[in-house]
């Protein structure tokens, strides 16, 4: 029995141990090569550096204007995270507690959204942010972001809500609360950890995104950090600055790596608390 149960366990552990280094090492070496000189890389690309310097860093910092683009991403990211959650939190609730004509179609329409592939509506944008003047704007930028995750969050947040006790809105509205009051003091703390999950998910996926950055914004002032590394790497083809890559990799997944490591609790919990309630 012992030896069957580890055999069994060997068989699911190989396979996700082989997969973890296949990630992990890339991340590894990248992490190394930010710390090494050109030649260093050249000379020996898997090997550790001979000193660890931040010279790659300060380069990339100063002269490529990651400061900067580093400052547009995080505004983007919380701006355009807030927004989402100023909309899909009424909205979920809207959709989940109050009945009225079109209700379950409206969900529909939302959910449905979600599988719409996001690049058909790139052209149209373009056209309306030129028309708004907020193309080549990051606020114009954070407002389709928010946009864009709306259906997934609405589709989180509803199955959270889903769950709470009906009772306790009656009880507060006999006490005399309204239904705003309702929505912000009941229903939103009760579903602190589908908010939690929905706002890391969509923060990840506003800080890592690149193409409707690539399409939305043009002066090099307002690039994002996804620009910022895509324009680090065209010149690298002519300058042979590897270093300098690597370490503006490494400074743009750290806030990522920082935000799941402490989070990943909840966002596991809010996931799987989602799907069951779902």
């Known amino acids: 029995m012992k030896k069957g149960s580890f055999f069994s366990r060997s068989i699911v552990r190989i396979p996700l141990i082989i997969w973890s280094l296949a990630v992990l090492y890339p991340i590894f070496w ?21 000193s660890f310097s931040f010279g790659n860093f300060v ?10 683009s580093v400052f547009n991403s995080f505004i983007v990211t919380g701006l355009g995270a807030t927004l989402t959650l100023a909309m899909a939190i009424p909205t979920s609730y809207a959709l989940e507690r109050m009945r009225f004509r079109g209700n379950r179609l409206l969900f ?8 719409i592939p996001m690049v058909l509506g790139w052209i149209p944008l373009f056209f309306l942010l030129m028309q708004l003047n907020l193309l080549d ?8 972001y ?21 009772s306790l809105e009656e009880a507060a509205a006999i006490d005399g609360m309204s239904p705003y009051g309702i929505l912000w003091k009941i229903i939103t703390p009760l579903s602190t950890t589908g908010i939690i999950t929905v ?16 399409i939305f914004l043009q002066s090099e002032g307002n ?36 935000l799941y490591a402490i989070f990943q609790r909840r966002i596991v919990k809010g996931m799987t608390e989602g799907a069951i309630k779902g």
Request: proline share 4%; hydrophobic share 55%.
């Open 30 to 50: 990248m992490v190394l090569g930010a710390f090494k000189s050109n030649a260093e890389i050249y000379a020996n690309p898997w090997g550790l550096p001979e």
């Open 59 to 68: 380069d990339a910092w100063s002269n490529y204007n990651i400061d900067s």
């Open 108 to 115: 529909t329409l939302y959910i449905s959204a979600m599988m």
């Open 137 to 144: 704007n990051i606020f114009g930028l954070s407002i389709v």
């Open 146 to 166: 928010a946009i864009s995750q709306l259906p997934f969050s609405i589709f989180v947040l509803t199955s959270f809500m889903a769950t709470i006790p009906k």
């Open 199 to 214: 706002t890391i998910m969509n923060m990840i996926q506003f800080w890592n995104e690149y193409f409707m950055a690539l």
């Open 223 to 258: 690039y994002t950090l996804a620009l910022a590394i895509d324009y680090i790497s065209n010149e690298t083809q002519y300058t042979n600055a590897w270093g300098t890559l690597f370490a503006s990799l490494v400074i743009a997944i750290i806030p990522v790596i920082v």
